[in-house]
């Protein structure tokens, strides 16, 4: 009781710390709150009138959708962030999504679940915005843990999301995951009104252009080669996802029950980052961001080479574990990268910048997937994924070799 007191009075003492807790559940519901449908939409678009023959490019298309609007949109509430305040972007995210999502399970088409996620894409930007906050407020010493640590509520909120969407969705229907789905982000939402504190800077915010913003992001060439690192990651990283209830399916010969068992299998990545994630960012910070990225990308990418052995459900789930251990590594480092080489005005324009790189990514993912899927097969997306991750790796090398 004594050292649970004397935590909380070091926390209160040091807002930083109650911001980073704050922000972090708030990943956790907001990661929650969007994979609890994400891994389902397929299966809610055959029951709201798509046919069996265009699932998959349907899938690709809904799934790309929100990316594509939010790769439009992440730079301008970047810039806003910067203006206005990280904080209140963060809310107003939030309680848009709240509201996005319950018009989800309200859908009766599958336009009308188009425009949805095209309206999602519009208003996000809860993730990276809180990233912003805790980037600006953490110590340096503490960078690569508190990174890590946030990357960890984004893996623990990718489990809970498809458990909970999984079995709300097999017990009450796929439109109740949509409507808890709402009243997730809104209890996050309402945590970061309540407890987290933003200083406000003294200094005059000039409003910027975006095309200025792109500017400087090319002129600082480490902060580009970021943000083309980012979009081929989410690239890489959702490329399956609108596939992997289908390919679930194939593997155990029918539909029933995929949903809840791509739910679980969906989970296993989000349990090996958990695990892995804060130690990636540690030992980043010791040995240099540049070099974890190199050997997780590479880890992955092997790895990820082994989906051509698969005939069942539990060898690929095996593989999505390993596969989140070193995809773990990813993200913090190169977050960790931005971080260390932008100003702190620039920040959120920084991270806004990125989360347009990563919603571009994450819009061609999908639809790439799609149509490869369609095409030539879900196997053959999975051999591709593992291809494309050792190339970039190998790129990531070159970068550490120039420096």
Not at 138 to 150: D, Q, V
């Amino acid at each position: 009781m004594r050292d649970a007191t004397e935590r909380l009075e070091m926390i209160q003492k040091e807002p930083w710390k109650r911001n980073l807790w704050i922000l972090w559940l708030g990943v956790i519901l907001s990661s929650a709150s969007y994979t609890m449908v994400v891994p389902f939409l397929p299966l809610y678009l055959l029951k709201i009138g798509v046919d069996e023959g265009s699932i998959k490019l349907w899938s690709g298309v809904i799934f790309s959708s929100a990316f594509f609007v939010g790769a439009i949109m992440a730079p301008y509430w970047g810039a806003r962030a910067d203006k206005s305040g990280k904080r209140r972007m963060v809310i107003r995210a939030g309680i848009s999504l709240s509201i996005v999502y319950f018009l989800g399970a309200l859908v009766q088409n599958p336009w009308e679940l188009l425009a949805v996620r095209m309206v999602q894409g519009f208003v996000s930007g809860f993730v990276p915005a809180s990233m912003a906050i805790v980037a600006t407020t953490i110590p340096k010493n503490k960078m690569g843990w508190s990174l890590g640590l946030m990357q960890t509520a984004s893996a623990t909120g990718g489990i809970l999301g498809p458990l909970f969407g999984g079995a709300l969705s097999h017990l009450f229907g796929m439109r109740m995951s949509f409507v808890v789905a709402s009243l997730v982000i809104l209890i996050g939402t309402i945590a970061v009104w309540l407890f987290v504190y933003e200083k406000k800077s003294t200094q005059a915010k000039q409003s910027t252009r975006i095309v200025e913003d792109f500017k400087v992001a090319w002129e600082n060439r480490l902060l580009f080669r970021m943000l083309v690192l980012s979009f081929i990651v989410q690239i890489i990283n959702l490329i399956l996802q609108p596939l992997i209830t289908l390919y679930v399916a194939e593997l155990q010969g029918g539909l029933e029950g995929a949903e809840l068992y791509s739910g679980v299998l969906f989970s296993l990545t989000g349990i090996a980052g958990i695990i892995a994630a804060p130690i990636w960012g540690r030992i980043g910070q010791e040995r240099g961001y540049l070099k974890i990225l190199f050997v997780a990308m590479l880890g992955a990418g092997l790895i990820y080479l082994f989906q051509i052995l698969v005939t069942k459900i539990w060898q690929f789930g095996t593989i999505q574990f390993l596969f989140g251990l070193f995809l773990a590594g990813v993200v913090p480092a190169i977050q960790a990268i931005v971080v260390n080489n932008t100003e702190e005005d620039f920040r959120g324009r920084a991270f806004g910048l990125t989360t347009g790189a990563n919603q571009l990514g994450a819009m061609i993912g999908p639809l790439l997937g799609g149509l490869i899927g369609s095409y030539a097969g879900i196997r053959s997306v999975l051999v591709m994924t593992g291809v494309c991750l050792c190339m970039t790796a190998l790129y990531v090398r070159r970068l550490r070799m120039d420096r």
